[in-house]
């Protein structure tokens, strides 16, 4: 019977200069853990138990294999370390993207704002041409390309942000980086175009694995799980071990549990408020959760009036160790993020 294990980091802390006590996640001194939730999962069914951060140091076997995964520092992405949060801005050149759907569709505003997110402190931007929000119709390959390449060329060495190129296809993803891009972001993990692992694999590019639930256009309908925590963790190791396959290292992916994408209210909270889980992975960890639909339907608000609710997710995710944040609103999440690692005793304000 195959037994799968997990590990999920539980009580974070402040070390307050107690030096190695608490687990360190991901190589970050001022990342640490009081203890950890232990989880088994096979066809029996889920079993699990908390310990505390000094008996998994002191554990051995698969969990210590595991531990080592989860604790090991991660390596820069696109030359970014990934020693505090970073945050990637989103430039939608779309004319129906949920939330500021036609704002940017022409190549000039959004080129204008994603300097804007550049002075603003963005660390990446995050460019795509197709929206992949629930119940969205593809777009063909061809006017993708003409959407966001002239973005990316008049963007490429004009800032000090990296660029990212938010697609499914692996054509898009081979001219944006002959155009100069850094790095992929693909929201069906690699799923989506047949040839999308051999591309990211040629371009020698970093790649966010993204978990979503089909289609866009039906990923919503009844989306159902066994284990949302679990089942989105199993799918996403899968993707890692064909990007490995593919000839494309670990150290070269990061994941993002997908929220909204395939999911219901519980299911996106279960995932946000679970998310140090995903450290298990070896992988730098992304959260988007910016003005998404779960919000409105906790508060009401329509996605305009959602930035204390995205502020409150990044929060929680950086709290749980994520790495990346991507974000609408830059300004005011780095603010937050400033004063929440300075109250964390982590150095200065990214």
Request: hydrophobic share 45%.
């Amino acid at each position: 019977m195959t037994v799968r294990r997990y590990i999920r980091p539980v009580a974070p802390f402040h070390p307050s200069g107690a030096g190695a006590l608490g687990l360190a996640v991901a190589g970050r001194a001022d990342l640490r853990f009081a203890a950890a939730e232990l989880i088994e999962r096979d066809a029996a069914g889920v079993r699990r138990r908390m310990a505390s951060s000094a008996e998994l140091e002191a554990g051995a076997g698969d969990w210590r294999a595991l531990l080592e995964r989860l604790s090991a520092p991660r390596p820069a992405l696109a030359g970014l370390p990934l020693d505090r949060p970073r945050i990637a801005g989103i430039v939608n050149v779309t004319p129906d993207s949920f939330s500021d759907g036609g704002r940017f569709a022409a190549p000039e505003a959004a080129i204008a704002h994603a300097l804007r997110l550049d002075a603003e402190g963005a660390d990446i931007l995050d460019i795509g041409g197709e929206s992949t929000r629930p119940g969205a119709a593809p777009v063909d390959l061809e006017e993708e390309l003409r959407r966001v390449l002239p973005v990316i060329e008049g963007l490429a060495g004009r800032t000090r942000a990296r660029l990212s190129i938010d697609t499914r296809k692996a054509e898009v993803m081979r001219r944006a980086a002959a155009a100069g891009v850094h790095m992929v972001n693909d929201v069906s993990a690699l799923t989506h175009d047949p040839a999308a692992l051999a591309a990211v694999a040629d371009t020698g590019l970093p790649v966010v694995l993204m978990h979503a639930l089909a289609d866009p256009r039906t990923m919503q309908a009844d989306p159902r799980y066994d284990d949302v925590v679990l089942d989105v963790y199993d799918m996403l190791a899968a993707r890692i071990e064909a990007c490995e396959a593919a000839g494309i290292p670990r150290s070269r992916l990061a994941v993002d549990p997908g929220i909204g994408f395939g999911k219901t209210l519980a299911h996106n909270l279960a995932l946000i408020g679970a998310s140090s889980i995903f450290h298990g992975l070896g992988c730098a960890v992304m959260l988007g959760a910016s003005r998404k639909s779960f919000i409105g339907r906790l508060t009401g608000a329509p996605p305009g009036e959602r930035l204390a609710g995205s502020l409150a997710a990044a929060l929680q995710g950086a709290r749980q160790g994520a790495q990346l944040l991507r974000v609408h609103d830059v300004a005011a999440t780095r603010q937050a993020l400033g004063v929440w690692l300075g109250a964390e005793g982590g150095g200065a304000p990214p």
